[in-house]
């Protein structure tokens, strides 16, 4: 929910400032010049954080893991355990338990944990910030309206997918595959092949990333939005409320919705890989 | 949203929790699940094995049954054959008795009224030979017509 404060309605003078300031990240340069070597302290900490808590939670109940009748906890794990490997089975068709399954189970709980972070208020996160970090301190809560997590997890399973192509089919095959499908072995069609093989490496993490990313900047901007009802005094603040409840109620569906999609996609392009055409 | 070393940073978290969760967090939830899953199926094969001992031992003691069953009225029969038996055999000796009985009464009877006759064929000729004593009283000599008259006496 989005109700902000007072006092940080009168931090941020203008709408645009108060939102500018919620949408920017802690970053620290890791070097002078800054640029490239900048860490978004925000958005690892709080990933970082989150998937400890998320896998570490889940490790306590399988480290206690029994064949017999199940505690409360395992029942729920083994409930998304189950869930996860039914989808991981109707794709893929190898040996999922060695790594694609748990793969799958990382992201889809890793996400799901991250995108849940929408639901804090994000007044309180930066009340919280600014206790301990004066004013001007920046936080983001939601890793995933970072377009450097959801790149740096698209971009590690791209680099899985082309890792499983070439140790499924070998490099030849691998390289074979790019010039001799979808259209064929003809030498006159292997730059067709080739361009759409192209197309599809670069859009499978691009359209795999900015999904995530723009579900869940949008969710925050909403927010953010529905929260400078404050600055129109307590009704608006109420009226703001609200919505904002609202919203939130609607936005558990997509915070669901969006870590199932990247973790099925996850799913399809690393079976995707182990498939030969 | 500008690409930075978050990026990276994010990829070595994610890579790390991908060898957490396939190292220590998959492997002893599946075994359980999977041990589990052993354990009904062999519990559910164990059941059916039951049951179909079961259907077994139904069977062999309704076959069991039937065939005392059968030997008891075939038994039956046989007592009841023979109870019949030997209700016509005691009736045929007691009718052979009984035939036997009457013959020897016959012939007793036979004998009796044979000695009956005889007496009275004695004492008629003995009347006899009183009445013709009384008739001819002094003519007659009874031991010299004995002879004559027992011969008359056997003719009557």
Request: charged share 15%; glycine share 8%; with cysteine.
């Amino acid at each position: 929910m989005a109700t902000a404060h007072a006092d940080n309605a009168q931090h941020a003078l203008t709408p645009s400032g108060y939102i500018e300031h919620h949408l920017s990240f802690n970053a620290q340069p890791m070097t002078d010049g800054g640029g490239f070597w900048t860490l978004h302290v925000d958005t690892f900490v709080m990933s970082v954080a989150l998937g400890l808590l998320v896998m570490g939670l889940v490790w306590l109940v399988a480290r206690k893991a029994t064949a017999g009748v199940p505690t409360k906890g395992q029942a729920f794990v083994e409930l998304v355990f189950g869930f996860i490997d039914d989808q991981v089975k109707n794709i893929f068709h190898g040996n999922r338990h060695s790594f694609i399954a748990p793969t799958a189970l990382t992201v889809f709980l890793w996400v799901f944990a991250m995108n849940s972070m929408d639901f804090l208020p994000v007044d309180w996160v930066a009340g919280i910030v600014s206790f301990f970090g004066g004013e001007h301190a920046k936080w983001r809560a939601v890793p995933t309206s970072d377009i450097n997590t959801t790149f740096a997890l698209a971009l590690s399973v791209w680099i899985l997918m082309i890792f499983f192509s070439i140790k499924v089919k070998g490099l030849g095959g691998w390289v074979h595959e790019l010039f001799c499908s979808p259209f064929g072995s003809k030498v006159w069609v292997w730059p067709a092949n080739f361009l759409f093989n192209l197309i599809e490496y670069v859009s499978k993490p691009l359209s795999h990333s900015l999904r995530l990313f723009g579900n869940m900047y949008a969710g925050e901007v909403i927010f953010l939005l529905l929260g400078l009802w404050a600055a129109t005094g307590v009704s608006g603040t109420i009226f703001g409320a609200i919505l904002g409840a609202g919203w939130s109620i609607f936005h558990i569906l997509i915070v669901a919705l969006q870590a199932f999609i990247f973790m099925m996609l996850t799913v399809v392009y690393l079976a995707m890989a182990h498939e030969s055409h | 949203m500008n690409i930075n070393f978050t990026l990276i940073a994010q990829a070595i978290a994610f890579a790390v929790l991908i060898w957490f969760t396939v190292k220590f967090v998959w492997p002893p939830l599946l075994n359980a699940i999977e041990a589990r899953q052993k354990e009904i199926a062999d519990g559910l094969a164990a059941a059916h094995e039951g049951r179909s001992a079961l259907e077994v031992a139904a069977k062999k003691s309704e076959f069991t049954l039937n065939e005392a069953k059968q030997k008891a009225s075939e038994i039956i029969g046989q007592a009841e054959k023979r109870g019949s038996q030997i209700v016509e055999e005691a009736k045929g000796n007691a009718k052979v008795e009984g035939e036997r009985i009457l013959a020897g009464a016959k012939a007793e009877i036979d004998q009796e009224v044979n000695r009956a006759k005889e007496g009275l064929r004695s004492q008629v000729s003995a009347l006899a030979i009183a009445g013709a004593e009384k008739i001819l009283r002094k003519e007659i000599d009874a031991n010299a017509h004995s002879e004559m008259l027992s011969k008359l006496a056997a003719e009557l």
